[in-house]
């Protein structure tokens, strides 16, 4: 069964630039997050879809992120304009369904500098 | 604001001991706690799920929970210098959100 995949694995971008990261879930596995993990902390929700509607995206800062999962399959996560501050690993996770131990399987990430 | 604490260590162990790693969460409403490695620089993989007081085993690893408390450990027995990585701790604190704790790091040394 093949993982979940992202890409890029690497991103290097300037302050106020924009950037998009994609992500393929594992095959049927309905719900679909994108965390942040700053350096020396824990993976932080921003935003969680089951199929292609969102369940919570109440820690994602609306005015310069969004994300989209058309036809409930694959997303993708926008930053636009983006800040030094966003400098860190984007994680996507996909499990089977909501209800269930939510377990969750990680993709390899997406680290992300801002100069 | 629900929370989950974890000592960030570093934790050192001595090659073949246990290591013990503790994590306690403010929701006392949540219902499942799970325990993710995380190797620098990889993303976190799943160790081990509890859901019930008491102790849940697996191989050499065995997570313990007290919902009275609200606290979730691990322990590896017969640590090796491969489980030197982050351990993070995570609580279902409803039917579709998970927090992280901070981790811990663990360093198993030879």
């Known amino acids: 069964e093949a993982g979940v995949a992202q890409s890029p694995r690497y991103k290097i971008i300037e302050k106020r630039q924009s950037v998009a990261f994609w992500c393929n879930p594992i095959s049927g596995h309905a719900t679909l997050y994108w965390y942040q993990q700053i350096l020396g902390q824990g993976p932080k929700l921003l935003i969680q879809?089951?199929?292609?509607?969102?369940?919570?995206d109440s820690q994602l800062p609306k005015d310069r992120f969004s994300a989209e999962r058309l036809k409930g399959v694959d997303s993708t996560l926008k930053i636009q304009p983006a800040k030094l501050e966003d400098s860190a690993v984007y994680l996507c996770a996909s499990s089977p369904q909501v209800g269930t131990y939510n377990e969750q399987f990680f993709g390899p990430g997406t680290r992300l500098t801002v100069l | 604001q629900k929370e989950v604490e974890q000592n960030s260590g570093p934790l050192s162990v001595p090659e073949g001991a246990i290591a013990s790693l503790n994590c306690t969460y403010s929701?006392?409403?949540?219902?499942?706690f799970f325990w993710y490695r995380q190797y620098s620089g990889k993303s976190p993989e799943l160790i081990m799920f509890i859901y019930s007081n008491g102790d849940k085993e697996d191989g050499r690893f065995t997570a313990q929970l007290n919902k009275a408390s609200q606290y979730v450990s691990l322990l590896i027995r017969d640590s090796q210098p491969s489980d030197s990585a982050t351990y993070l701790c995570?609580?279902?604190?409803?039917?579709?959100?998970?927090?992280f704790g901070s981790g811990t790091r663990l360093s198993i040394r030879p």
């Open positions: 929701d006392r409403g949540s219902q499942s």
């Open positions: 879809f089951q199929n292609n509607g969102v369940v919570d």
């Open positions: 995570a609580v279902r604190v409803s039917a579709s959100k998970i927090i």
